[in-house]
């Protein structure tokens, strides 16, 4: 039955991990899959995160499944992280908050929930996008449109292109949005191009489809938000991934939520119904341990505080890594101007190379980079980034 199986190569994002370890050259910089480094190089367990842990093992009494939908707690405050407490729609009762498998597997139960109710959707996606957003979508049996985003040339964002791309997009139609930190590019919609968003929605009645999979790591976690929350105040349907993967720390738990905003409560709780039996179907009951951290941390003033202070430290440090590379960059006197990198959020950008370039990167210098010449800036330190700067000279 096997024999004629083929041979899939590596992830090209997760592979990265994999070649980076097995690297035996002592300058090998690891700049490949999107997970927080702090300055020595490694993705630390956060204190609140131990803290909460500590609670959780000594009031435990039970690994019998949890509720379907996750711990009451942790869908009130995923829900009022992600909207803003007193939004309108949670008060109106219109959300359906579902506990997910990471932001993965949040992306994967709404796509299945919508392919399974309306056959044959459409969901226009930018260009670049994560490049397991296709798969994962399109194996749900989405239909996947690519709408431009990124001009490589300018570093910005095709606003005018993009919204032409749209205009395409009705009534049945979902478009996915990055609501911060866009992944790969790290090129976000500023405030005027999220309300234009939001107009084209409302006016020609597609569904925007929000991954949020990085708030807190750009400019906050209220700004993070910000596009999101003005697509929830406008439109009566909205849906949201939200991943506590990066903001937690939690990469490994998987752990995220799903949320459905219905024009109704009734249809709320229709679609509530309806992910559950979703995610039945696909894992049956969501893992605990990631959404019970989670639920504790927001619902103790002082573990909260906590974690938004080294929450707030990661992000100011992945902003100083940005501005460090430009000036580093720029000392050197290269006749390329990589400022558009301190202007872009979280931990992504191209850093503009060719292939052929990137290739040299990896195998001579043993800086690991998506072959897109994505980086993962949180991946920059004080002990590689000279290393790096001479390799990236080196290869222009
Ligand atoms: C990334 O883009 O590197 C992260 O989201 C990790 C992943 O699963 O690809």
């Known amino acids: 039955m096997f024999q004629s199986i083929e041979r899939r190569p590596p992830d090209p994002i997760l592979g990265l991990s994999a070649a980076y370890k097995s690297d035996t050259n002592p300058k090998k910089v690891d700049l490949g899959v999107g997970v927080y480094k702090d300055e020595a190089g490694n993705t630390p367990v956060m204190t609140a995160v131990k803290k909460a842990e500590q609670l959780l093992w000594m009031t435990e009494d039970s690994k019998s499944y949890i509720a379907q939908a996750g711990p009451e707690l942790f869908i009130k405050h995923t829900a009022e992280l992600v909207l803003g407490a007193g939004h309108a729609a949670l008060k109106d009762k219109r959300v359906a908050t579902v506990l997910a498998p990471g932001g993965s597997g949040s992306l994967r139960v709404a796509a299945e929930f919508v392919a399974k109710n309306f056959p044959g959707t459409r969901i226009h996606v930018s260009d670049?996008?994560?490049?397991?957003?296709?798969?994962?979508?399109?194996?749900?049996?989405?239909?996947?449109?690519?709408?431009?985003?990124?001009?490589?040339?300018?570093?910005?964002?095709?606003?005018?292109?993009?919204m032409d791309k749209l205009?395409?997009?009705?009534?049945?139609?979902?478009?996915?949005?990055?609501?911060?930190?866009?992944?790969?590019?790290?090129?976000?919609?500023?405030?005027?191009?999220?309300?234009?968003v939001a107009d084209a929605a409302l006016a020609q009645g597609f569904t925007p489809f929000v991954d949020l999979a990085y708030q807190g790591l750009g400019d906050g976690l209220a700004e993070d938000a910000y596009g999101l929350r003005l697509l929830a105040d406008t439109l009566p349907e909205v849906i949201v991934a939200s991943s506590f993967s990066k903001n937690f720390g939690l990469y490994r738990e998987r752990t995220g939520a799903v949320m459905v905003i219905a024009g109704t409560s009734a249809a709320a709780e229709a679609a509530n119904s309806q992910l559950l039996v979703t995610a039945r179907e696909i894992y049956s009951v969501p893992p605990a341990h990631g959404a019970y951290l989670v639920a504790m941390i927001l619902d103790d003033a002082a573990l909260r505080t906590e974690w938004d202070a080294e929450l707030t430290e990661m992000r100011n440090r992945i902003n100083g890594l940005r501005a460090m590379l430009v000036s580093r960059l720029k000392e050197r006197g290269i006749d390329r101007d990589f400022s558009f990198i301190a202007n872009e959020k979280g931990m992504f950008s191209f850093l503009g190379l060719t292939p052929a370039q990137v290739k040299t990167l990896v195998e001579k210098y043993s800086i690991y980079l998506v072959g897109s010449s994505r980086i993962n800036v949180a991946g920059v330190n004080n002990a590689n980034i000279d290393y790096l700067v001479d390799c990236i000279i080196a290869v222009l």
């Not at 449109?145 to 993009?162: G, N, R, T, V």
């Not at 009534?171 to 790969?184: A, E, I, S, T």
Request: hydrophobic share 35%.
């Open 167 to 196: 205009k395409g997009a009705g009534k049945g139609d979902l478009v996915l949005l990055h609501g911060c930190c866009h992944n790969p590019c790290g090129a976000d919609l500023n405030r005027e191009m999220w309300k234009a």
């Open 128 to 162: 670049p996008t994560w490049n397991n957003h296709i798969p994962l979508l399109g194996s749900a049996g989405l239909q996947l449109e690519l709408y431009p985003y990124y001009d490589y040339a300018s570093h910005s964002i095709k606003f005018d292109q993009m």
